[in-house]
């Protein structure tokens, strides 16, 4: 007669989350069930978006949009 090994019923689960992603902005790692966003197939968690885009963004020059705005008007 076979015995059955139930020693597997009896190790703890593994309740750790998987790493699914990696940010690109910090490298960390991203795990199962944390927000991150994709923006053109890169993934960045929440505060590094943030981060990413504020070092890249360019003030707008308003006082040369308002002037050819008013250059179209006068046309």
Same mark, same amino acid.
């Given at each position: /007669?076979?015995?059955?090994?139930?020693? *597997?019923?009896?190790?703890?689960?593994? =309740?750790?989350?998987?790493?699914?992603?990696?940010? $690109?902005?910090?490298?960390?790692?991203? $795990?199962?069930?944390?927000?991150?966003?994709?923006?053109? =197939?890169?993934i960045?968690?929440?505060?590094?978006? =943030?981060?990413?885009?504020? *070092? *890249?963004?360019e003030?707008?020059? /308003?006082?040369? $949009?308002?002037?050819?705005?008013? $250059?179209?008007?006068?046309?």
């Amino acid at each position: /007669m076979e015995m059955l090994d139930d020693r *597997i019923y009896l190790t703890p689960l593994d =309740n750790e989350a998987d790493k699914v992603y990696e940010c $690109y902005f910090c490298d960390s790692a991203i $795990y199962e069930g944390e927000d991150c966003y994709r923006v053109d =197939n890169l993934i960045y968690f929440e505060d590094c978006i =943030n981060k990413h885009f504020k *070092i *890249i963004a360019e003030k707008p020059d /308003m006082e040369g $949009y308002l002037a050819d705005l008013e $250059y179209h008007d006068t046309k």
